[in-house]
């Protein structure tokens, strides 16, 4: 089954951190851009970061800029979301999703395959 299975989300306090970790199943993430998107409760879903295949160019909305980091490691078939310095704001439902690189910017694909999603609740 072709699919991507998104793990590392929880509870954690602010201020904390959390790697996710996008693995695929079923397929290679060769040739395909990765992104991570997220949807707050009651909110629309919102794109988090990119990195394309092509030469692992990273890309970040402005509120993931010096406190979230993508990373890509095709060997284990998996990309990364590093997340420092989380806040209340953070709390969603993360979501990676992929889509073929036909050498445009990560941000300007349309992500066709999705995982299932992984909590992450920033709390005391």
């Known amino acids: 089954q072709v699919q991507l299975v998104e793990s590392g989300g929880g509870l954690v306090e602010p201020g904390g951190s959390l790697k996710l970790s996008c693995t695929a199943s079923g397929f290679t993430l060769d040739y395909y851009n990765i992104g991570w998107f997220r949807q707050a409760p009651g909110e629309g879903r919102e794109g988090v970061s990119c990195i394309s295949y092509t030469d692992a160019r990273p890309h970040y909305e402005d509120f993931a800029k010096g406190r979230f980091t993508i990373s890509r490691d095709n060997a284990k078939n998996t990309v990364y979301l590093q997340m420092n310095s989380l806040e209340p704001e953070d709390t969603a439902v993360y979501y990676c999703?992929?889509?073929?690189?036909?050498?445009?910017?990560?941000?300007?694909?349309?992500?066709?395959?999705w995982g299932q999603g992984t909590q992450v609740t920033v709390s005391w």
């Open positions: 999703a992929g889509v073929v690189d036909y050498g445009l910017p990560c941000n300007t694909g349309n992500f066709g395959l």
